[in-house]
């Protein structure tokens, strides 16, 4: 069973960066293609940016494009999101996401593992 917790979220200014970690306490992520997801308040749960287990394919949302940038770590079982040119809009809770299957990493349904999410808040 995979256990993913992340870390790194927070309070920041319009147009600051913040960088969310996840990790697996279980050591097993790099078993998994990985991504991120945010769900803002009264919002749906949306995909933000995926990473296949090799590092060779990502995704990314079209509103985070040239912002945000996914990369893993197999050696230490980690995936980061580094966040520039944060927005008011940015500001959610972000869910760290293991998944089976690359070409449905972008879908809800297609997560098979999720964490419980850290708060990023962008402030105007």
């Known amino acids: 069973q995979v256990q993913l917790v992340e870390s790194g979220g927070g309070l920041v200014q319009a147009g600051g960066s913040l960088r969310l970690s996840c990790a697996d306490s279980?050591?097993?992520?790099?078993?998994?293609?990985m991504g991120w997801f945010r769900q803002a308040p009264g919002k749906e749960r949306e995909f933000v940016a995926a990473?296949?287990?090799?590092?060779?394919?990502?995704y990314y949302a079209d509103s985070v494009k040239g912002r945000f940038t996914i990369s893993r770590d197999n050696t230490k079982d980690t995936v980061s999101l580094q966040m520039n040119s944060l927005k008011p809009e940015d500001t959610a809770v972000y869910y760290c996401?293991?998944?089976?299957?690359?070409?449905?990493?972008?879908?809800?349904?297609?997560?098979?593992?999720w964490g419980k999410g850290t708060l990023v808040t962008v402030s105007s």
């Open positions: 990473i296949r287990r090799s590092a060779d394919i990502k």
């Open positions: 279980r050591h097993t992520l790099s078993s998994y293609h």
């Open positions: 996401a293991a998944g089976l299957t690359m070409s449905t990493m972008t879908r809800f349904n297609g997560i098979d593992y």
